[in-house]
């Protein structure tokens, strides 16, 4: 090896489309045709031509992916999952396909909603809870997902909720993949208590619990019509940042009641859902740097009536990310499904659909220094689509392009082997 050249782990060499997604890319997506990479450690070292590349880069033949028929691009960075839940709510889902009235689901025996599965899920074990979201994981990494943020939110009680955090961070130490823990205590409120009751827990209690165990970095409420008012939502996360968990927002979904108005004033990590949100605070957001997570699962799952539009919030400089919003009401673990979706249903190119899911997404949890693109000094976070353009993505329906996933230097998904998910020792709780 030359002395003044970087020995390199891994390279993937001549790749058909190498998409950097870098922040200055004029096409959004830093699209080069023959392009390599090089990978030392956790990090990428070089990005470039195959002559920038060697004149920098030192590397052992056995250690080269050839990407001459591949797509290679960040791993996607979902920005908005309530990833550990218990039970299912498929039989509402499937029933309210030609039945949605309330009333007559209650009359079939049939529980629906948020509070269906705070039932579901105080009564499951720790145990069963991990191993029903390590599983969804599974797919997510199967699929291209390299980081994953994680609400709690279905328990409603100080102790079920410190459960929720606590799982994701067995989630995190058992699988390749990198989850960002959010608190979302303000979720809803238990049927048996007043909210202000609640609230009050949240302020004095529950809050201060999450913070002092280290079990979350962020804290969300849902600010819509019959959840939590603005003003509720301002004095919870205010509490939460004074307790060193940045605030982030569920609003303007269902309503338009001020809640993206205080994202933007409390430049808020994120302000996520936005369909009622008024163009004038789509202004104010871009101009405070409060990204959008736009959910198109949900929009499409519950069939709504005021779908998100995306043009406005572009046209007025917003910084987008998208999220697959896994959840009961919206079992999508794909966020190549959310792409489809993201174009097709709310007229997003594939480029902006993939520099939100991506680069955005990134933004959306704050990690924009370290991933979201490949970039010398990031981590080499990256997945190769079996693919002749990154197009095909939003295409090709049903169809999971991924060949391999890398995270963090390592290769952990390879679908050219038989055992296609390769696993960490302790996968285990």
Same mark, same amino acid.
């Given at each position: ?14 790749? =058909? ?5 870098? @922040? ?27 002559k ?36 299912s ?6 029933v ?25 899920? =105080? ?30 939110? /279905? ?8 459960k ?33 009751? /609640? ?16 079990l ?11 959840? /939590?008012?603005? @003003?509720?939502?301002?004095?919870? &996360? ?10 982030k ?17 409390m430049?808020?990590?994120? !302000? ?32 709504h009536?005021?779908?998100?539009n ?31 979706? !993201? ?27 370290? =991933? ?37 230097? @390592? ?12 696993? &960490? ?5």
């Open positions: 090896m030359e002395d003044n050249k970087i020995k390199a782990d891994l390279v993937i060499s001549n790749c =058909r489309e190498l998409l950097t997604c870098k @922040k200055e890319a004029e096409d959004l997506i830093g699209k080069m045709e023959h392009g390599w990479i090089a990978i030392e450690g956790e990090k990428i070292v070089a990005v470039g031509t195959k920038e590349i060697e004149s920098i880069v030192d590397y052992d033949e056995d250690c080269v992916i050839d990407g001459s028929e591949k797509i290679v691009l960040p791993g996607f960075v979902d920005c908005h999952t309530h990833l550990v839940f218990g039970g709510r498929v039989k509402e889902y499937a309210r396909m030609t039945i949605n009235d309330l009333e007559t689901l209650k009359k079939m025996g049939i529980k629906t909603g948020i509070m269906a599965t705070v039932d579901i899920t =105080r009564d499951m074990t720790e145990q069963v809870l991990f191993h029903d979201a390590q599983e969804r994981l599974k797919h997510m990494m199967s699929a291209g997902t390299t980081t994953v943020e994680s609400k709690s939110g /279905y328990g409603l009680t100080t102790s079920s909720e410190i929720m955090l606590k799982i994701n961070q067995k989630l995190n130490d058992s699988l390749p993949i990198d989850i960002v823990s959010t608190f979302l205590g303000a979720h809803g409120w238990p049927e048996d208590i007043r909210k202000d009751k /609640y609230i009050h827990m949240l302020l004095w209690e529950m809050i201060p619990w999450v913070a002092e165990l280290g979350a970095q962020f804290c969300d409420v849902w600010c819509d019509d019959g959840h /939590y008012t603005a @003003k509720e939502s301002r004095k919870i &996360l205010q509490v939460a940042r004074e307790a060193g968990l940045e605030p927002i569920h609003t303007d979904a269902y309503s338009y009641i001020g809640g993206s108005d205080l994202a933007s004033e430049r808020m990590v994120s !302000a996520d859902h936005l369909n009622y949100t008024p163009r004038s605070v789509m202004a104010k957001l871009a101009k405070s740097k409060v990204p959008g997570v736009l959910l198109p699962g949900t929009d499409f799952a519950v069939k009536a005021k779908p998100f995306p043009r406005p919030m572009m046209e007025e400089g917003m910084i987008l990310g998208l999220g697959t919003n896994c959840c009961p009401g919206c079992f999508s673990v794909s966020m190549q499904f959310t792409m489809m979706l !993201a174009c097709r249903q709310h007229g997003m190119s594939t480029a902006e659909a993939l520099r939100a899911a991506t680069l955005g997404g990134a933004m959306a949890l704050n990690l924009q220094e370290d =991933r979201g693109s490949l970039e010398i000094g990031k981590l080499a976070d990256i997945q190769l689509w079996n693919a002749s353009t990154y197009e095909d993505v939003i295409y090709k329906f049903g169809v999971n392009l991924v060949d391999k996933v890398i995270k963090r230097g @390592k290769i952990v998904i390879d679908h050219n082997i038989e055992e296609s998910f390769i696993p &960490l020792e302790n996968e285990g709780v």
